[in-house]
């Protein structure tokens, strides 16, 4: 994929197999990963639940358009976790995004939405903006949009209630797309108040609240929102839901569901812009129904936290005892680290910290001793096989390369 030109060294390493927190690459060299395939490998590589679960539902059928009883299972348990009473499925979180978007502005019959600057939320156009002199201007890299963001989309920075008040208050914004706590530009968290404002602030105007929990479900079994107490109109989740197998969902509140049924017309359903023809595949709810039944489990999920604050104690030691002055961050099983003393209050502040030779020199320095982080912006994941020992061990390297790089 484009992307992968991006990775350090003269090439991206091939892997010949992954199992749990480690993999292979075709020279049979086995590396720790971090990465985990960018959050989809959360749960681990190929968890032996899922295996078993897709080998069997493959031998019974892959895609047929239609139902099955893991449909219920799964919608039944997406409510447990996440509070909210209607879902659908989707196949990657930029989908659901798109689903959720278009949701958003049927039932509120508004054109705008507004995101925080340097959100992720995958390949959503209406997301690759960002201010530049307090202007609304494309995302740097933003390839072939379809019309200046600026057009379909508002955007102030994370944590600014004053901004998001006033972004607000022309009364076209259908919703707001946002991350719990921005995880594509180092981890930001909300300040204190911040999200019962965002809350407040949308209900106010009439907008919709969308939060996109791909990454931010490293923070427990229910997320962000779960662990924060937080009540979205829509949720949002991709990439590990199904460990690795092309899975992801969008719930929703009974208001916006009643409301969306009421401007759809039954001869039209099929024609708007929502769903895909491989969406709520038997496949890829097998891989879900055994991904939340015995992989994300409560128990995981506690032991991953465990090893995430082992990991942020390591390099917060690293750090203090050489001088750097970077930091790093932790969001439930997530850590990252930057290179600045302060923590950044909003995406311009973190991006500000972005150092993209260092970053490539951090990365490659691992990476050749064994241990794979995430390219470009050194994030760190655990899955429920990461061990003290991985964590140890890309402590020692991170204080070689610390060390090395100051001498």
Same mark, same amino acid.
């Given at each position: 994929?484009?992307?992968?030109?991006?990775?350090?060294?003269?090439?991206?390493?091939?892997?010949?197999?992954?199992?749990?927190?480690?993999?292979?690459?075709?020279?049979?060299?086995?590396?720790?990963? /971090?990465?985990?395939?960018? =959050?989809?490998?959360?749960?681990?590589?190929?968890?032996?639940?899922?295996?078993?679960?897709?080998? %069997?539902?493959?031998?019974?059928?892959?895609?047929?358009?239609?139902?099955?009883?893991?449909?219920?299972?799964?919608?039944?348990? *997406?409510?447990?976790? /996440?509070?909210?009473?209607?879902?659908?499925?989707?196949?990657?979180?930029?989908?659901?995004?798109?689903?959720?978007?278009?949701?958003?502005?049927?039932?509120? !019959?508004?054109? !705008?939405?507004?995101?925080?600057?340097?959100?992720?939320?995958? =390949?959503?156009?209406?997301? /690759?903006?960002?201010? &530049?002199?307090?202007?609304?201007?494309?995302?740097?890299?933003?390839?072939?949009?379809?019309?200046?963001?600026?057009?379909?989309?508002?955007?102030?920075?994370?944590?600014?209630?004053?901004?998001?008040?006033?972004?607000?208050?022309?009364?076209?914004? %259908?919703?707001?797309?946002?991350?719990?706590?921005?995880?594509?530009?180092?981890?930001?968290?909300?300040?204190?108040?911040?999200?019962?404002? *965002?809350?407040?602030?949308?209900?106010?105007?009439?907008?919709?609240?969308?939060?996109?929990? =791909?990454?931010?479900?490293?923070?427990?079994?229910?997320?962000?929102?779960?662990?924060?107490?937080?009540?979205?109109?829509?949720?949002?989740?991709?990439?590990?839901?199904?460990?690795?197998?092309?899975?992801?969902?969008?719930?929703?509140?009974?208001?916006?569901?009643?409301?969306?049924? %009421?401007?759809?017309?039954?001869?039209?359903?099929?024609?708007?812009?929502?769903?895909?023809?491989?969406?709520?595949?038997?496949?890829?709810?097998?891989?879900?129904?055994?991904?939340?039944? &015995?992989?994300? $489990?409560?128990?995981?999920?506690?032991?991953?936290?465990?090893?995430?604050?082992? /990991?942020?104690?390591?390099?917060?030691?690293?750090?203090?005892? $050489?001088?750097?002055?970077?930091?790093? =961050?932790?969001?439930?099983?997530?850590?990252?680290?930057?290179?600045?003393?302060?923590?950044?209050?909003?995406?311009?502040?973190?991006?500000?910290?972005?150092?993209?030779?260092?970053?490539?020199?951090?990365?490659?320095?691992?990476?050749?001793?064994?241990?794979?982080? $995430?390219?470009?912006?050194?994030? %760190?994941?655990?899955?429920?096989?990461?061990?003290?020992?991985?964590?140890?061990?890309?402590?020692?390297?991170?204080?070689?390369?610390?060390?090395?790089?100051?001498?």
């Amino acid at each position: 994929m484009n992307w992968m030109s991006k990775w350090p060294g003269a090439f991206p390493v091939f892997v010949a197999e992954a199992r749990g927190a480690r993999f292979k690459d075709v020279d049979g060299r086995e590396y720790i990963d /971090f990465c985990l395939g960018d =959050t989809g490998a959360m749960t681990g590589h190929s968890p032996k639940a899922a295996v078993e679960a897709v080998l %069997a539902q493959a031998g019974r059928g892959i895609t047929t358009m239609l139902p099955g009883e893991d449909a219920v299972w799964v919608g039944e348990e *997406l409510q447990r976790r /996440f509070g909210l009473p209607f879902w659908q499925f989707a196949l990657t979180a930029t989908d659901a995004n798109r689903f959720a978007i278009r949701l958003a502005r049927l039932a509120t !019959r508004r054109p !705008r939405i507004l995101v925080f600057n340097y959100c992720y939320h995958g =390949t959503v156009d209406e997301a /690759f903006i960002t201010l &530049k002199d307090g202007a609304a201007v494309p995302r740097r890299g933003n390839l072939g949009p379809p019309v200046d963001p600026s057009v379909t989309t508002r955007v102030v920075e994370f944590n600014d209630v004053a901004a998001l008040e006033a972004a607000l208050a022309e009364g076209d914004v %259908a919703c707001v797309l946002a991350e719990p706590a921005l995880t594509n530009v180092g981890i930001v968290h909300p300040e204190p108040g911040f999200h019962a404002a *965002l809350r407040e602030l949308t209900r106010r105007a009439g907008t919709l609240l969308i939060l996109d929990e =791909t990454h931010t479900i490293c923070a427990g079994p229910g997320g962000y929102t779960r662990a924060a107490g937080l009540d979205p109109d829509f949720f949002v989740l991709g990439k590990p839901i199904g460990s690795g197998i092309p899975s992801a969902v969008y719930g929703f509140t009974a208001d916006v569901a009643e409301s969306v049924a %009421a401007r759809i017309r039954l001869e039209d359903c099929d024609v708007g812009g929502i769903g895909g023809t491989l969406a709520g595949n038997a496949l890829s709810l097998a891989a879900m129904r055994a991904t939340l039944e &015995k992989v994300l $489990t409560e128990a995981a999920f506690e032991r991953m936290i465990e090893t995430a604050q082992r /990991f942020t104690a390591g390099v917060t030691r690293a750090i203090e005892d $050489t001088g750097v002055p970077w930091h790093v =961050t932790r969001l439930g099983c997530r850590a990252e680290y930057l290179f600045q003393a302060e923590r950044p209050k909003n995406g311009a502040q973190a991006a500000a910290a972005a150092d993209f030779e260092l970053e490539r020199y951090m990365h490659l320095y691992a990476l050749n001793r064994g241990v794979l982080l $995430t390219p470009f912006h050194n994030m %760190a994941l655990m899955c429920p096989d990461t061990t003290a020992d991985d964590v140890d061990r890309h402590s020692t390297v991170f204080r070689a390369a610390v060390r090395e790089l100051i001498n």
